[in-house]
């Protein structure tokens, strides 16, 4: 399942050089993540959206959220950001202070598999690594797999 919402994220991301649509900013990233969503019901994965967490970030800026797990649960979360983005990267800490995910890759659409069967609040590093504009748009989304 994680590699196919890898691959899933990915083609969506794609689709940001696409000249037929001229969104840009926080509307690029809601069309992407509809995009994800559609594919998923395509191809028949039952899943709920728990979280979103919406915001910008200069270059180089990073923020943190924190967000529930419940026990036996299969999650992953999904990073994406707008046009001007060249690297989001993501990193999942739980309650002990231990790193259990990271995408530190060079890529602007960073997905964690936060599968666990220890539940708790996990703080949710976020950067923007790189970014060519002043501040860009970012957007998380914790899923759930049902």
Partial sequence: MYRAVITIAAAASVSLASPVFAQTGSALILRLYGELEAKLRQEGTAFTRMRAVDGFLPNTGQNEVFVP?????????????DENCVDLDLTAINSSGVTVASDL??????????????????????????????????????????
Avoid: N
């Fill in 69 to 81: 797990i419940e026990a036996g649960g299969r999650y992953a979360l999904i990073g994406l950001c």
């Fill in 105 to 146: 890759g060079p890529d602007d659409e960073p997905v964690l598999d936060l599968g666990t069967d220890a539940p708790g609040v996990y703080r949710i590093q976020t950067k923007m690594a790189d970014c060519s504009a002043a501040r860009c748009a970012y957007s998380l989304r914790l899923y759930r797999w049902d």
